[in-house]
T-cell receptor
Framework: NAGVTQTPKFQVLKTGQSMTLQCAQD?????MSWYRQDPGMGLRLIHY???????DQGEVPNGYNVSRSTTEDFPLRLLSAAPSQTSVYFC??????????????????FGPGTRLLVL | TQLLEQSPQFLSIQEGENLTVYCNSS?????LQWYRQEPGEGPVLLVT???GGEVKKLKRLTFQFGDARKDSSLHITAAQPGDTGLYLC????????????WGLGTSLGVNP
């Protein structure tokens, strides 16, 4: 299994450009999420999904869109990039507690991250 | 409001030393997890603790969940350069198991 994969690994954008960060997992996980990681701020949840066709906002959703058309894929779209979106972005997946019956103990599997610089 | 406080924020030690990092909260958690993140990689789960007072060992790493399930500690015995990384605690709040709350992390450097 490849686990959680993310592309690209690095990206430089100009202010106002749009792009999509790709995330895929091959573990048949229901739950997928996007985080950004900034110095001094820790991991902050952007958007998450509990299954295909279902998405919801996290802690810092502004400027980002997501969709979940399949169980495997969970792309993150930046509609109009801003310097404040310079960050390292991580996609994560896990089983969903409602299905496992083990609420609160799900292991989060992270991708290797995408390093984004917005000029 | 940061519900999980990690300390220290930074730690630099020599190979062979022992260390303890802490993860504290005023809230009760149904479980706490510890992850390690190496430079350029995503976090990887080390352990999950779910019972108050629980102690788990992973080779030279010892994890403890507080009796009241409000805090946890990670103790490393005889640290090695391979232990270098960012140690993150994360917990599911007892009132909302769908939301995983993250600490800011402890950055550990072990010098040979």
């Amino acid at each position: 299994n490849a686990g959680v994969t993310q592309t690209p690994k690095f990206q430089v954008l100009k202010t106002g450009q749009s792009m999509t960060l790709q995330c895929a997992q091959d573990m048949n996980h229901e739950y997928m999420s996007w985080y950004r990681q900034d110095p001094g701020m820790g991991l902050r949840l952007i958007h998450y999904s509990v299954g295909a066709g279902i998405t919801d906002q996290g802690e810092v959703p502004n400027g980002y869109n997501v969709s979940r058309s399949t169980t495997e894929d969970f792309p993150l779209r930046l509609l109009s990039a801003a310097p404040s979106q310079t960050s390292v972005y991580f996609c994560a997946s896990s089983y969903h507690s409602m299905l496992t019956g083990l609420a609160g103990v799900e292991t989060q599997y992270f991708g290797p991250g995408t390093r984004l610089l917005v000029l | 409001t940061q519900l999980l406080e990690q300390s220290p924020q930074f730690l630099s030690i020599q190979e062979g030393e022992n260390l303890t990092v802490y993860c504290n909260s005023s809230s009760v958690f149904s479980s706490l997890q510890w992850y390690r993140q190496e430079p350029g990689e995503g976090p990887v789960l080390l352990v999950t603790v779910v019972t108050g007072g629980e102690v788990k060992k992973l080779k030279r790493l010892t994890f403890q969940f507080g009796d009241a399930r409000k805090d946890s500690s990670l103790h490393i015995t005889a640290a090695q350069p391979g232990d270098t990384g960012l140690y993150l605690c994360a917990g599911y709040n007892a009132g909302n198991n769908r939301k995983l709350i993250w600490g800011l992390g402890t950055s550990l450097g072990v010098n040979p």
